[in-house]
């Protein structure tokens, strides 16, 4: 290694610590996230992988004194979750756009996809709904996997259809259609085979609320105990759904008895939870016994 590239990987190496610790201070990082983290900012500023960030170390010396690397740890510092700020987050192995419009997509929303791929055989037709798509990820990663599935994703908001179209370009899901609405409002009666949502469901007085201050409060946010928006789809769902449709709702991890509940109150029947891979029972669901 020349002397040159030397210097540049204890410069980078040190610009990288110094960063790290800023966002240590500032975030109360544990300190493998501060420097995980800036890696990222650096990678997204430079355009770059991490085998070129550690193989061109002088890249990433320059990078550091970068005035979009430098915006980038700012608005870190201040707060901003690191994925808006790359505007990127993995979902169920596909990686999809973000903006502050949109929820950032969870790991534990996987667990929907997956009960819903069960229920749709790989060569399944039909249309199934994907209420308050948001990115859309919930609804692509279920029609890329079935592409004979028709999946109209519906979203009250104008800005994260926006998000879910280029989304959708991305992933070539032409099997998604998109629509602006209510709810179920605007659907056909016993139009769907099956309804998958991920709807807001968090206590307007739960603590953890202002950790989330940045994502859309009315994709967070559903009423004194969180269940408002479950109870309106609840309500809805068997007038859109065909003979045996399913309906499929994310829920908190203190919620899925206060869910049973409205499912089987709603008539609908084999209500279920399913845990996630934290062990919490995070979706419940249930069929339309007759249909309509
Ligand atoms: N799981 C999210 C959280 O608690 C909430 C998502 C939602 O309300 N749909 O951070």
Redesign the pocket.
Known sequence: MSGEQTDSRDATAEALRRDARRLQGALGLHARQARLEVERLLMHALGIGRAQLIAHPEKAALAATDVRYAAMLARRLAGEPLDYILSRREFYGLEFEISPAV?IP?A??ELLVELALARVPPDGRGCIADLGTGSGCVAIAIACARPGLRVLAIDRSREALRVAARNRLRHRAYNVLLAQGDWLAGVAPGALCGIVS?????RSDDP?LPA?AREPQT??V?GADGLQDWRHIVLQAPRCLAAHGWLLM?H?YDQAASCRALLDSGGFADVFSARDLGGHERVSGGSAGRGG
Do not use: F
């Not at 991920?198 to 968090?202: E, F, I, M």
């Open positions: 929820l969870r534990d929303t991920n709807p807001p469901y968090v953890h989330l994709s967070l559903s994310e908190g």
